[in-house]
């Protein structure tokens, strides 16, 4: 069957049908605090936003692509594969829509029923070459909101596969974006190779191995699912080209980029057979430098707003947690009280119960909360958290 192109739902007409649904996630809350220098100033409270917070330009395009394509395609079987992006609000919103969704895994027999009747959006983070290839062949209507970030990892790998060239991906093996760029550095005829690496403790390991200080057999064991078939260490790290998650922490991808190049100067007297791209996007870079500058203000708490899947709000939640007490809630039902809220924990994996730093004992002075959220996050879930720590601390809003 030949394969239907993707198709643009984003038109001004529909786009006009839709505009209600993608207006919801808009505050004005939040852009009066924004426009007012990122400050909110009441009776004993204040409220510090982050320079650069919430909604990405790919998050947003994704989102209203997921609208259109319901509009466009009402009574018709729509599909997503995951989650459009790493946001339980706006997921819910979107299943409320009638939206049914795909597994990552191609073997499920759901695969099985789709047909050119099926309209499948791809999500923000992309899919793998092989389910993009399956679903073409069923001849499925695609509609793809890969953000074009990813789409520029995507080339970066692809070019590497070209000229025999490694893949070093620095990102989480399971993450949907690094599964498609895997598949993308396997190039056109799936020879290239990869290896996806998690942190500087996997690159330590990484390094040392092209050093010539590792051992064989444990380092297959260590990366066991995250090399592409085939690998073999001491052929394919001949020559390696680094790419990350575009969602990574600046700096952790900095050093394992310095790591590496030190291993192969170690090995082969200069680094010619290293290359690196710093694929992590302007959004991201954005938010983390943000986040910086605000945690130079004297602050009481952070509060850090998303999903818990999200990667580039985990990374914010990590940043702020080495400086201040941190929050990483999803939604202002979390804060459940003075001494109750709901914290993602980032060791133990899980939302915890933990009480807040300003406890009634400290209402007598000025809370100074630094507020910001992950790039999938809408502005209106900003705006209720706002709300909420007003309410707790007794402010009228
Ligand atoms: S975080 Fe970056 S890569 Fe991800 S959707 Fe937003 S702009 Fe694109």
Redesign the pocket.
Known sequence: MTARKPINVRRPEVMARVRNKVQQYNSELVDSIRAAGNVLNLPGFEVHLAGAFGF????KRAIEIAYATCAMFEGRRIWLIGEIIHNPAVNADLDAMGLRHLPWNLNDPVYAGLDEDDVVIIP?FGVSVLMRRMLEEKGVQLVDST?G??IRVWQKVRNYAKLGITSVIHGKAKHEESQATASQSCGEDGKGNFIVIFNETEAQLLADYIAGRGERAAFMAHFEGCYSAGFDPDIHLAEIGMANQ??MLKSETAHIQSMLRTAVVERDGDDLRFHAFDTI?G??QDRQNALFELLDKPLDAMFIIGGYNSS?TTHLAHIASLKLPTFFVKEADCLMGLDKVRSFDLKAKAECEVALPLQAADLSRTWRIGVTAG?SCPANVIESVVRRLAELRGCQL
């Open positions: 990405c330009d790919g998050v923000a953000c970030n990813v575009t969602t996007c959004a991201t580039n790039a």
